[in-house]
Every structure is written in structure tokens, then in C-alpha cells.
């Protein structure tokens, strides 16, 4: 008999064993969606220097004091800059340069005047621009550090790269960009019924369909998924399998023969390896068999052979630990709340991880399930962004309760798996309800 524990505690005790991973530098075109590995401060002011954020005339705006329609000004026009390009002789009161978006202020100018406010005229064969209203000081320049201050944390390590860190990064110089090492994970598929992708069906035989799932999910979580030959259900193969993979990679996950079957060959290559089993039983559903264990600091994840649960199981107890590894702060799913779109009447025991698609209804978030809620389900997981969590409990539950959802496909993540939260908020909807 296995004795299972929540949720929450399992996610504990996989999380005392994760460690941060290692670092390395890549090329910063294969940087996006990498993890930094330091803080990325700004080494100068951006902009370093003035420069006009429109196509004018850089001016003394004193020198518009009196300027009106009536009586417009006449600037001598020295000469004409693009961006790239300075004038290093700066301007008297009287005089202008013209000057092109992103080029830099001459000195003795603090104003730009638009090209379409002013007119260029000739004169003794002097060009002069026509002013014919008041400038401001300080009008149309781009102050030093507008955009970003030396010395400013601008985006801490463990934040994902995005296109715009893309152009923080090459805006400090940075070629090369230290990120963290993606963990390597292990995928190891267990079971005689399983074919390749490419084999025929054959009578009693299903294509492994969890190894290329875990695929995804690894790298949807930043991690580097190895992929393992297919093992059958046979002792010494699994057993060799997974202490090769041991040896390889960052942790191993292996998918079926875990729970109570005369061929359900994990947990008795647990029990040979010596690894120190952390549960092998979860109150929740689907997944209710998902394993972890501990070998010399590696950490084993036993997921179930069943779609749905194998793929949950990942979610709620690799995902963070991957996500750690990485440096990452929010190595949790977010959770958000939604109206229940279904009734759930019967009451189970053990904790619900109902996959779901989320839609917005007048502004609301709506769960509706997708297709069949059992664990050997595929089909399920094709539209599921989100996972309703039904607390275990002697009750069931009614559409249109507020329930909490775990978003899926969120980048941002959550620093802290509260499971108490849901409990709280649906014990306060029941007691006014029947208050
Ligand atoms: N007497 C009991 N039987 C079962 C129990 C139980 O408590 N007592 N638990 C059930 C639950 S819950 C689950 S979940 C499954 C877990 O099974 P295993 O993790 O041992 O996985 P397998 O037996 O190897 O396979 C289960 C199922 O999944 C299919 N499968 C396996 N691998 C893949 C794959 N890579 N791709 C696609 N499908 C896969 C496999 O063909 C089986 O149909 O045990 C219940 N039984
Ligand atoms: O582990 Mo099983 O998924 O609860 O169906
Ligand atoms: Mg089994």
C-alpha cells in the first residue's frame, strides 16, 4: 500500500534538492528566450549625448525671444548635420545648423525647431531660416540618460530574454551574453506497447506519444530534452537506461511502469539503484502514481505512462524544479481565477488538475473543460492553456464558482505554490452562498 501526500508537499520535497545550474556565454542572435545568468546594468548613459529626436534646425532658443508671425526671426543656417555627425564649432545666439533626426546638439544650442515650422530663405548668399514663433529651451532635445541611467539595474539575471533585452543587450555591447546552461533532462519512455513515431500500428501497440510531449514541455520550461531509446517493460533494460541517463544528464524522467503492475518495473529500479525514494504516491488526479527519487544528488521523476498524467505530473513537479535550475524566480505556474464553466459533482478525495481552455467572456475568464477529464487522454492536452484545481474534499463542485486556474503558457510564472489560497476562496463562496 502506498500512502499518498498532497500536492504541496510533494513540490517540497522535490524542491530541497534542486540546485542552480551552471553558466556559459552564447552569441547574442541565440540569446532570445535564454536565461540571464547576471544583472544587466547600463555601463553609460543612454542617450551618452544630446540629440534631436526630429528633422529641424538646432537653435539658441533665446534667440526666438521676440519671435512671432508678424515678426519672424532670420537664424543664419552654418550648415547641416545627419545623424552620425556632429558640428563641432556649436552655434552663436544668431546662427542655426540644420540637423537631422538622432544627430547630436552642437554646443550653444539647447532647442530644435521642426523643418515643416520653419522656411529656409537665401540672402547676400547666406542661408538663413525664418522663425516666426517663441522657442522654448529645452524644446525638442533629447536630454542625456533619458532613456536609461549608467550604474541602473535594467533587467536582473534569471529574466528571459526577450527582443527588447535583445536590444538592451546590444546597446551595451554585448556580443556575447552570459546566460545559464540549459539542464538537460532526460527522457526515458517505458513499455512494450510503445512504437516509434515512424513504425506502423501493429495489433496492442499505441506510438509513444509522452516521450515527444516531454520534448515540448522540457523546452517550454528552457530546458535541453535528451531523448533515450525506448525501453520495454523488462527490469535490466529500464535499469540500465536510467542509470546511463543518470550519469548523462541533469535529472532523468521516465514515463510509465510506475505504479502497481506485474511489469511496473520503477520502483524496483529505484530500490536497486539506491536512490532515496521522495514519494511515490500524490494525492491528486490525473497522476496520482507520479514517483521521485533522489540518487547522490540527481533527482529521478517517476511520471506516469498515462497522457494526461504524465503530462500534469511534469508541469506541477519538473517544471519548477527545471525553472530553478535556470535561476529563475518564478518557477511556478501562475495561478489567476476563473469561473467554473461545468459542474463537477462528484466529490473526489484527492486534488483535481482539470485541463483547460481559457476564454474571456465580458472581460471575465471563463475554464471550460476540454474534452474527456481521464487520465489516458491525449486529446485533452491539444487546447488545454490552463489546469482548474478542484481541492480535494467531500464535495463536488457547481459551474460558475470562482475557482483558481494554472496558467499553462504564462511566462511570467509565480514565486510560491499557495494551495491554500483556493481552499480559503472556496470556503468563503460556500458559506455565503448558503448564508
Ligand atoms: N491496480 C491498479 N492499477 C492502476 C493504478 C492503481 O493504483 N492500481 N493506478 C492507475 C493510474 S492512476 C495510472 S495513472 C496508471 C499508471 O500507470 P504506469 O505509470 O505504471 O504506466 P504504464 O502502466 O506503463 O502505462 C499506463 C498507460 O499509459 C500508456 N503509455 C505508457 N507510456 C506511454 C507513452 N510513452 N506514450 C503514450 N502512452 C503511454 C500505456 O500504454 C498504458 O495504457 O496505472 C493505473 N493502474
Ligand atoms: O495517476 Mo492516475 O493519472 O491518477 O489516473
Ligand atoms: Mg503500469
Request: aromatic letters at 8%; proline letters at 5%; hydrophobic letters at 40%.
Given at each position: 500500500?502506498?500512502?499518498?501526500?498532497?500536492?504541496?508537499?510533494?513540490?517540497?520535497?522535490?524542491?530541497?534538492?534542486?540546485?542552480?545550474?551552471?553558466?556559459?556565454?552564447?552569441?547574442?542572435?541565440?540569446?532570445?528566450?535564454?536565461?540571464?545568468?547576471?544583472?544587466?546594468?547600463?555601463?553609460?548613459?543612454?542617450?551618452?549625448?544630446?540629440?534631436?529626436?526630429?528633422?529641424?534646425?538646432?537653435?539658441?532658443?533665446?534667440?526666438?525671444?521676440?519671435?512671432?508671425?508678424?515678426?519672424?526671426?532670420?537664424?543664419?543656417?552654418?550648415?547641416?548635420?545627419?545623424?552620425?555627425?556632429?558640428?563641432?564649432?556649436?552655434?552663436?545666439?544668431?546662427?542655426?545648423?540644420?540637423?537631422?533626426?538622432?544627430?547630436?546638439?552642437?554646443?550653444?544650442?539647447?532647442?530644435?525647431?521642426?523643418?515643416?515650422?520653419?522656411?529656409?530663405?537665401?540672402?547676400?548668399?547666406?542661408?538663413?531660416?525664418?522663425?516666426?514663433?517663441?522657442?522654448?529651451?529645452?524644446?525638442?532635445?533629447?536630454?542625456?540618460?533619458?532613456?536609461?541611467?549608467?550604474?541602473?539595474?535594467?533587467?536582473?539575471?534569471?529574466?528571459?530574454?526577450?527582443?527588447?533585452?535583445?536590444?538592451?543587450?546590444?546597446?551595451?555591447?554585448?556580443?556575447?551574453?552570459?546566460?545559464?546552461?540549459?539542464?538537460?533532462?532526460?527522457?526515458i519512455?517505458t513499455?512494450?506497447?510503445?512504437?516509434?513515431?515512424?513504425?506502423?500500428?501493429?495489433?496492442?501497440?499505441?506510438?509513444?506519444?509522452?516521450?515527444?510531449?516531454?520534448?515540448?514541455?522540457?523546452?517550454?520550461?528552457?530546458?535541453?530534452?535528451?531523448?533515450y531509446r525506448?525501453v520495454k517493460d523488462d527490469f535490466n533494460e529500464t535499469y540500465e537506461a536510467v542509470k546511463r541517463a543518470l550519469g548523462?544528464?541533469?535529472?532523468v524522467?521516465t514515463?510509465?511502469g510506475v505504479?502497481?503492475?506485474?511489469f511496473d518495473y520503477i520502483p524496483k529500479v529505484y530500490e536497486k539503484l539506491g536512490a532515496?525514494?521522495?514519494?511515490?504516491?500524490?494525492?491528486?488526479?490525473?497522476?496520482?502514481?507520479?514517483?521521485?527519487a533522489?540518487l547522490?544528488?540527481?533527482?529521478l521523476?517517476g511520471?506516469?505512462?498515462?497522457?494526461?498524467?504524465?503530462?500534469?505530473?511534469?508541469?506541477?513537479?519538473?517544471?519548477?524544479?527545471?525553472?530553478?535550475?535556470?535561476?529563475?524566480?518564478?518557477?511556478?505556474?501562475?495561478?489567476?481565477?476563473?469561473?467554473?464553466?461545468?459542474?463537477?459533482?462528484?466529490?473526489?478525495?484527492?486534488?483535481?488538475?482539470?485541463?483547460?481552455?481559457?476564454?474571456?467572456?465580458?472581460?471575465?475568464?471563463?475554464?471550460?473543460?476540454?474534452?474527456?477529464?481521464?487520465?489516458?487522454?491525449?486529446?485533452?492536452?491539444?487546447?488545454?492553456?490552463?489546469?482548474?484545481?478542484?481541492?480535494?474534499?467531500?464535495?463536488?463542485?457547481?459551474?460558475?464558482?470562482?475557482?483558481?486556474?494554472?496558467?499553462?503558457?504564462?511566462?511570467?510564472?509565480?514565486?510560491?505554490?499557495?494551495?491554500?489560497?483556493?481552499?480559503?476562496?472556496?470556503?468563503?463562496?460556500?458559506?455565503?452562498?448558503?448564508?
Amino acid at each position: 500500500m502506498r500512502k499518498p501526500i498532497k500536492v504541496e508537499e510533494a513540490i517540497r520535497k522535490v524542491m530541497e534538492w534542486t540546485r542552480t545550474g551552471r553558466q556559459e556565454t552564447v552569441p547574442i542572435k541565440e540569446s532570445l528566450n535564454r536565461v540571464l545568468a547576471k544583472d544587466l546594468t547600463a555601463t553609460n548613459d543612454v542617450p551618452w549625448f544630446k540629440r534631436s529626436p526630429y528633422d529641424g534646425y538646432a537653435i539658441f532658443s533665446g534667440s526666438t525671444a521676440e519671435a512671432n508671425a508678424d515678426h519672424p526671426v532670420l537664424l543664419e543656417v552654418l550648415g547641416t548635420i545627419g545623424a552620425g555627425y556632429t558640428w563641432d564649432e556649436g552655434i552663436k545666439p544668431d546662427q542655426a545648423v540644420k540637423i537631422m533626426t538622432g544627430a547630436a546638439i552642437p554646443d550653444g544650442a539647447d532647442a530644435v525647431i521642426m523643418v515643416e515650422l520653419t522656411k529656409e530663405l537665401e540672402k547676400d548668399g547666406k542661408i538663413y531660416v525664418q522663425i516666426k514663433r517663441k522657442v522654448e529651451k529645452g524644446e525638442n532635445i533629447v536630454e542625456i540618460g533619458e532613456d536609461m541611467k549608467k550604474g541602473e539595474i535594467l533587467v536582473p539575471k534569471g529574466t528571459t530574454v526577450n527582443p527588447g533585452v535583445m536590444a538592451t543587450l546590444a546597446t551595451f555591447g554585448y556580443q556575447d551574453v552570459p546566460v545559464m546552461k540549459k539542464p538537460k533532462a532526460a527522457i526515458i519512455a517505458t513499455g512494450s506497447e510503445l512504437l516509434e513515431v515512424d513504425e506502423p500500428l501493429e495489433k496492442g501497440k499505441i506510438r509513444n506519444s509522452n516521450a515527444y510531449m516531454l520534448w515540448g514541455q522540457v523546452i517550454r520550461a528552457g530546458g535541453e530534452p535528451v531523448f533515450y531509446r525506448l525501453v520495454k517493460d523488462d527490469f535490466n533494460e529500464t535499469y540500465e537506461a536510467v542509470k546511463r541517463a543518470l550519469g548523462e544528464a541533469d535529472i532523468v524522467m521516465t514515463t510509465g511502469g510506475v505504479s502497481v503492475g506485474d511489469f511496473d518495473y520503477i520502483p524496483k529500479v529505484y530500490e536497486k539503484l539506491g536512490a532515496e525514494l521522495l514519494f511515490n504516491k500524490v494525492a491528486m488526479r490525473p497522476g496520482s502514481v507520479t514517483s521521485a527519487a533522489v540518487l547522490a544528488g540527481k533527482i529521478l521523476f517517476g511520471l506516469s505512462g498515462n497522457p494526461s498524467a504524465c503530462y500534469v505530473g511534469f508541469e506541477l513537479f519538473v517544471r519548477p524544479y527545471l525553472k530553478t535550475m535556470l535561476g529563475h524566480r518564478n518557477v511556478y505556474l501562475k495561478r489567476a481565477q476563473a469561473t467554473l464553466g461545468e459542474d463537477f459533482p462528484k466529490p473526489n478525495p484527492f486534488t483535481r488538475f482539470v485541463r483547460a481552455k481559457l476564454s474571456y467572456e465580458a472581460g471575465v475568464i471563463h475554464a471550460g473543460p476540454v474534452r474527456m477529464d481521464k487520465s489516458n487522454i491525449v486529446s485533452s492536452l491539444i487546447e488545454a492553456n490552463a489546469l482548474i484545481v478542484l481541492p480535494g474534499g467531500s464535495r463536488g463542485f457547481t459551474k460558475g464558482l470562482q475557482v483558481d486556474v494554472l496558467l499553462l503558457e504564462d511566462e511570467e510564472g509565480a514565486p510560491e505554490w499557495d494551495e491554500n489560497i483556493t481552499d480559503r476562496r472556496l470556503q468563503r463562496q460556500r458559506e455565503n452562498h448558503f448564508s
